[in-house]
Structures are given as C-alpha cells and as structure tokens.
C-alpha cells in the first residue's frame, strides 16, 4: 500500500515535470499580454512533431530534437500571434482579452487540423533505444522519464536565470508590471510580446517535445494536456513563473493519486475541481505568493 502511494507519487512528478514547461509558457504569455492563449496545445503538438521529424529522419539525439522543436513551435506561435491575435488585440475594449482567448481558441482548432492533414491520424514514436526502468527501494523509474525530468529542471533553471539576470528579462518582468511606465523608460512592449510569445511557445513546444517520446506524436498531443495545463496556471496563480511550476507539480501529484480513489478515466476530472475550488478559495492562486512575472 504504501509503496503503490510513494510510486504514484514518484509518477505524479514525473507529469507534472513535463506539465510545468506548457505552465511556464503560458504564465509568461500571460503575464506579459494580459491573456489566456489556447493555442499553446497546437504548439506543444508542432513541438513533438518536429522533434519527431528530426529524430526519425535525420536521427538526431534527444537533445537536439529538443532544441529544434523549441524553434518551431516558438516561430509557428509568434506567427500565429501575429496573423490572428495581434490584429483583435489593437480592439481595445473590455472584452479584448476576453475576444483574443476565443480566437485563440479557434487558433488552436485550425493548427490541429492542419497537423492532421500533413501528417495523418497516426501515432507516430520516436526512434530512441529501449533501456529498463530503474528500481530503487522498490520503485520504478524510466529512464526517459528522469531524462524529461532532468531536460524540465535545466529549462527552468536557464528560464530563472533569464528574468532575473538579463537586461531582455528584467525587461519584461517591467512590461508585465507597467506595460505604460515602460513604455515611458524606453522600453517597447510590441517587441517584448514577440520575444515573450516565442519563449512561451518554444516551452510548450519542449513540453509537447517531451510527452511524445513518453507515448506518441499525433494531432491531439497537446490537447490531452490543455485542461492540466491550464489547471496548471491557475493554481500558480497566472501571474507567477514560479507559482506555475509548482502548480504543475500539485496537479501532477494529485492527478496521479486520485486513482488510489476513482477510475483513471477520471483522472481528467481532478483539473476541473482544482480550478473551481482555487478560484472559489483563493482566485489569485495557490502559489502566487511566489516570486513570478510580475514581481
């Protein structure tokens, strides 16, 4: 009983690494544009299919594939951004972030479809060796599990060191915070939203990167993981970098030990009840005390 707990404990973290990279995105997209942007899900899946691509065709390592799905999904996110979200944004009115999400929505609906016309309904694997899971004190641990989660940490790490260490990052944490007032320190917010849309797609690209090796690359690869992501974000509380990681980490853990109490058919459901008590209990977030964006 209780190694079945400390195993699916062990697994919770290993999805809710995989989910804190789509989080951190879509926090940052957040924080910067005052949005919510559904189509993260197309990007996470552009992500996996370029990784995919790469690996299969060329035979890339893992970490390259990592790199390339970073670039395209972030390139396909800003050129999304700017061909159909930009364009409502200049809508100033107090349904503006309201109407972006929804086109967002649609975004997402029409990247989806285009993957399935390029590339099938397929599961298309990555070609990586097989090796043994890990055993230690009883529990199991696949390597490419402990590699995502190792490849999840370092992003983090580097995205940390961004914000608080460079010019670019402090800059956005001002943007975030005053969009007006930087403007007025010389800052331009229009570039900075580009840089912060190709960050946070680029994660989610990772993210998408990463859950395919686990299973497989398809059209739906990001769409399985929009609802946790979102729960995600919401209980870091939207605004916090650090909040949505660890956000991730609670709807992973809690996502894999609700089925010690109902079906995994469920599992889905436990993202719903997280986000109406959050924003019943605390709307700002479970973890948005800590340091983010906005701070």
Known sequence: MILDLMQHLLNGLMLGSILALPALGLTLIFSVLGFVNFSIAAQMTAGAYA?????????????????VAFFVAGAIG?????????????????NTPLMVAIVSIALNLALENGYRFLFGNELNSYDLPLVRDFHFLGLGIGPQQAQNLLIAL???????AFFSLTRLGKAMRAVADNADLARLKGINPDSLSNIATFI????AGVGGALLAVDTSADPSTGARLLLLIFASSVVGGLSSLSGAIMGALFIGVASEMSMFFISPVYKSAIAFVAI???LLVKPTGLFSGLSGAKR
Do not use: E, Q, T, Y
Not at 51 to 67: A, D
């Open 276 to 278: 109406v008590l959050v």
């Open 51 to 67: 990784g995919w691509l790469v690996n299969s065709h060329f035979k890339w390592p893992l970490v390259p594939c990592i790199m």
């Open 154 to 160: 370092v992003m983090a790490g580097v995205l940390a």
């Open 200 to 203: 946070g797609m680029g994660l």
């Open 78 to 94: 800003v050129a999304g951004d700017r061909l159909a979200l930009k364009p409502m944004r200049k809508k100033v009115n107090a």
